[in-house]
């Protein structure tokens, strides 16, 4: 079956601009995951959704960054008023369930490039 | 503080070769303990994962990994590397829950494997 996908796979923006990332995560998964990577700095966990609900975004770096989820399926992460040091590679996983035994299954990133 | 190290950048191993690719994680108790492996444009593939058991894990495309305790390592091995192995290698951790709700992943900043004819 079709696993996560992530739009775009690249974009570039000029500094001050705003950006919209998209990921469709694999049907049926109620948990969805965004993450962060950047060059040199590992993955960086953002927020989670059970559902459509959020609540965990202790990872969100600044209140430029914001996340929804409508029908507890597909996700935009938005950022606001971009910044050179937001450019990194944005990834985003889903799995069944919300416990740690649920295997997390990853997109192929949206790569950010803020001039 | 709380982390997840894996001490090697980069690492290169010639084809046929073996390979182990180290990660120490510093937590008060076991977490559980992953291995992601990344390759060129996509996105992170789980290899094996620990969550208690037998200390010694078996995971997909011939990759193994052991849990030692007494030096909070969980050490990625392949008996022979292949040149399609080359890529980007995570360890990553999950403090142990006590219920059933979400923990996130803490990854190590990662290893790069290169494989050499």
């Known amino acids: 079956g079709a696993g996560v996908s992530q739009s775009p796979s690249n974009k570039v923006t000029e500094k001050g601009k705003d950006v919209e990332l998209r990921c469709d995560p694999i049907?049926?998964?109620?948990?969805l995951y965004w993450y962060r990577q950047s060059l040199g700095q590992g993955l960086e966990f953002l927020i989670y959704f059970q559902g459509n609900s959020a609540p965990d975004k202790s990872g969100l770096p600044s209140d430029r960054f914001s996340a929804e989820r409508t029908g507890g399926s597909v996700s935009t992460l938005t950022i606001q008023r971009t910044q050179q040091e937001d450019s990194a590679v944005y990834l985003c996983a889903s799995s069944e369930g919300q416990s740690s035994y649920n295997e997390q299954f990853f997109g192929p990133g949206t790569r950010l490039t803020v001039l | 503080a709380q982390s997840v190290t894996q001490p090697d950048i980069h690492i290169t191993v010639s084809e046929g070769a073996s390979l182990e690719l180290r990660c120490n994680y510093s937590y008060g108790a076991t977490p559980y303990l992953f291995w992601y492996v990344q390759s060129p444009g996509q996105g992170l593939q789980l290899l094996l994962k620990y969550f208690s058991g037998d200390t010694l894990v078996q995971g997909i495309k011939g990759f193994e990994a052991e849990f030692k305790r007494s030096q909070s390592s969980f050490n990625l091995r392949k008996p022979s590397v292949h040149w399609s192995d080359a890529a980007e290698y995570f360890c990553?951790?999950?403090?142990?829950?006590?219920?059933?709700?979400?923990?996130?992943?803490?990854f190590g900043t990662g290893t790069r494997l290169l494989v050499s004819p």
């Open positions: 990553a951790v999950v403090l142990r829950p006590r219920n059933t709700g979400f923990q996130k992943l803490v």
């Open positions: 049907s049926g998964h109620t948990a």
